[in-house]
């Protein structure tokens, strides 16, 4: 770690704090935080739902710039990403903090953290996409909180990995003003977006934040930028996974973003504040699946079961298999290096090459102290 800070009236060490940008003052002294749709009003010293950003002397700061939760190696499949380079290795990392409060966190001990403890590693934006490039990871993924609310850190890293050819992942619920919108995707290769359930009551109710944020998110990344677009819905029993829901669900997505964005329902299992809701039955995965076909989704997986139907690829135009997968590792690759199906010619979107990975499902952790 690097020496010990001065010390200060804040409660947040000053070796890691960032300015930003997406924030105004306000007439009765408090500053207001621009960057997600909360707008937190805050007094000197005082920190947002997100825990990360805080008004520090009359301006927003970011906190934990070049801290973070921790690093590890993972499939690029298990963000999950099936049409972006596949089989290959992607650096992970985030930090504590969120600007949503979902009941049903997966990864709450992260997320829900309001300890500066749980950042227990460090590095500059230029030393991530070094060891991203020594490791051999193709990809950097800002993950496991959300990366909107550490934008500026996120954004220098992405640059940094341009540099290196290594591309940028943001694995992200889209709880993002239209400002700060445009600069964070524009520095991204390839997201997938939360999409948590599609309606109102369920997210003010269960994550505190509202819908319509998203859902323009989810048609500004897929209209307005190159960053390629897949949907993950956790489908939990009881609240989200009603037939009609998943129905307006999916035709929305057709209607709004076209039929070829990639869409993950995966399946919940008890934790946080939902541990009585019982785990997701694979059945209701599948059911998922089958709707959002039925609507035109051409490209339907299921997450978080055994399920290697559900989780290979096929062309839509004449059904042939193109990618078959086994949890998170590549069984079968018939997609030409074209990136078209063999039997009929018709191109897969996404982003491929000639060969897919061979990572297969593998994690590793990563402690960048150890790398020069």
Known sequence: MAETAPQTKYDWDQRYVAKTRYWHRLDDGRVQCDLCPRFCKLHDGQRGLCFVRANQGGEIVLTSYGLSSGYAIDPIEKKPLNHFLPGTPVLSFGTAGCNL?????QNWDISKSRETATLSDEAPPEKIARVARQTGCRSVAYTYNDPVIFHEYAIDTAKECRKLGIRSVAVTAGYITEEPRKEFFAHMDAANIDLKAFTETFYWKITGGHLQPVLDTLKYVKHETSCWLEITTL??????????????????VVEELGPDVPM??????????????????PQTLTRARRIAMRNGVRYAYTGNVYDEEGESTYCHQ???RLIGRNWYVITDWQLTPEGTC??????????????????GARRELVRLRDFD
């Open 235 to 252: 489908l939990i029993p009881g609240y989200n996974d009603s037939d009609e829901e998943l129905d307006a669900m999916t035709k929305w």
């Open 264 to 281: 993950h329902f995966t399946a919940f299992h008890p934790d946080w504040k939902m541990r009585d809701v019982p785990p997701t039955p």
């Open 318 to 320: 004449c059904g042939h």
């Open 342 to 359: 063999p039997r009929c010619g018709t191109p897969l979107p996404g982003v491929f090459e000639a060969r897919p990975g061979t990572w």
């Open 101 to 105: 409060a979902c009941k049903f966190c």
